[in-house]
T-cell receptor, first 109, second 114 residues
Framework: DAKTTQPPSMDCAEGRAANLPCNHSTISGNEYVYWYRQIHSQGPQYIIHGLKNNETNEMASLIITEDRKSSTLILPHATLRDTAVYYCIVRYNFNKFYFGSGTKLNVKP | DGGITQSPKYLFRKEGQNVTLSCEQNLNHDAMYWYRQDPGQGLRLIYYSQIVNDFQKGDIAEGYSVSREKKESFPLTVTSAQKNPTAFYLC?????????????FGPGTRLTVT
């Protein structure tokens, strides 16, 4: 069963913020939300993760709703190199991650 | 440099042959994973190992086998029983930090079986 729901694709203008949504309505209290991205034909790259508080690092910000049923990954100033498939993942069972189909982000000049 | 290496990057085999994909990590991570990715699809978990000499089946383990004799190494064998072996194979490792356990991925091996 799918654990997360993401739109299949999104467009963003270069230099603007990219806001990628994810629904995880069946998340349980101790499950973290992770975000990865995959550039074509490469291994996925870790971006950020969180439990219930908003998180920020040098790559992105993660906003998790108070009920934890959805989250948004924010790339504050998207560049062409941010064009990739972005996966929102909820860890289920110890050490098992479910990767869905992700969101294809197209950053356009 | 610390990281995960997978070799080779491209692998070609004839149908009916077993093939072993290599995965090595020098990150001192306890857990290692193998995923399969088909074109336009997400990743599907084949096997994972939390510690040396122990491993568990993932969602699509049929036709695959693994071993975990050393912490650094987690080779995957694609057997002739795997009906559709052509795919992109990704290895990952992780460790629990107390605030989650993000996975780090290797560059992948693209296997083509004809």
């Amino acid at each position: 069963d799918a654990k997360t729901t993401q739109p299949p694709s999104m467009d963003c203008a270069e230099g603007r913020a990219a806001n990628l949504p994810c629904n995880h309505s069946t998340i349980s209290g101790n499950e973290y939300v992770y975000w990865y991205r995959q550039i074509h034909s490469q291994g996925p790259q870790y971006i950020i993760h969180g439990l219930k508080n908003n998180e920020t690092n040098e790559m992105a910000s993660l906003i998790i709703t108070e009920d934890r049923k959805s989250s948004t990954l924010i790339l504050p100033h998207a560049t062409l190199r941010d064009t990739a498939v972005y996966y929102c993942i909820v860890r289920y069972n110890f050490n098992k991650f479910y990767f869905g189909s992700g969101t294809k982000l197209n950053v356009k000049p | 440099d610390g990281g995960i290496t997978q070799s080779p990057k491209y692998l070609f085999r004839k149908e009916g042959q077993n093939v072993t994909l290599s995965c090595e990590q020098n990150l001192n991570h306890d857990a290692m994973y193998w995923y399969r990715q088909d074109p336009g699809q997400g990743l599907r978990l084949i096997y994972y190992s939390q510690i040396v000499n122990d491993f568990q089946k993932g969602d699509i383990a049929e036709g695959y086998s693994v071993s975990r004799e050393k912490k650094e190494s987690f080779p995957l064998t694609v057997t002739s029983a795997q009906k559709n072996p052509t795919a992109f194979y990704l290895c990952a490792s992780s460790r629990w930090t107390g605030k989650g356990n993000e996975q780090y991925f290797g560059p992948g091996t693209r296997l083509t079986v004809t």
